[in-house]
């Protein structure tokens, strides 16, 4: 089998759709036993813990309402739990519905810019 370049890898990557993508992360992640999200969050968290607390330590992200593109919308809540499409849809009919419960309030606000960005109403508590 031929070595794949980084461009050919790239350029491959660029016509999946998110959820192949979202696939593809969880194979990688099962067979090489590691998690896509832990550097990314241990990176955000270290600033924070640096400030002084301000905040909550941790929030919940609620959907609040669905808005005109529901399909987005499920799509997103999708890729941000990790669920099944048919999981994400029920989330979402059950309006209003908590998507995550105990997170970073960074890891929010970038939630609730992928759901804004959908045509949802997130509101974080």
């Known amino acids: 089998?031929?070595?794949?370049?980084?461009?050919?890898?790239?350029?491959?990557?660029?016509?999946?759709?998110?959820?192949?993508?979202?696939?593809?992360?969880?194979?990688?992640?099962?067979?090489?036993?590691?998690?896509?999200?832990?550097?990314?969050?241990?990176?955000?968290?270290?600033p924070a813990e640096e400030e002084a607390?301000?905040?909550?330590a941790d929030v919940n992200l609620v959907l609040k309402a669905v808005g005109a593109s529901k399909v987005a919308v499920i799509k997103a809540v999708q890729a941000i739990t990790g669920l099944g499409l048919m999981d994400?849809?029920?989330?979402?009919?059950?309006?209003?519905?908590n998507i995550k419960e105990h997170i970073s309030p960074v890891e929010a606000e970038e939630h609730k810019k992928a759901l804004v960005a959908a045509g949802a109403e997130v509101e974080i508590k």
């Open 88 to 97: 994400a849809k029920k989330l979402v009919d059950a309006v209003p519905s």
């Open 53 to 56: 607390p301000a905040g909550p």
């Open 1 to 46: 089998m031929a070595k794949l370049t980084k461009e050919e890898i790239i350029a491959s990557l660029k016509e999946m759709s998110v959820l192949e993508l979202n696939e593809l992360v969880k194979a990688v992640e099962e067979e090489f036993g590691v998690t896509a999200a832990a550097p990314v969050a241990v990176a955000a968290a270290a």
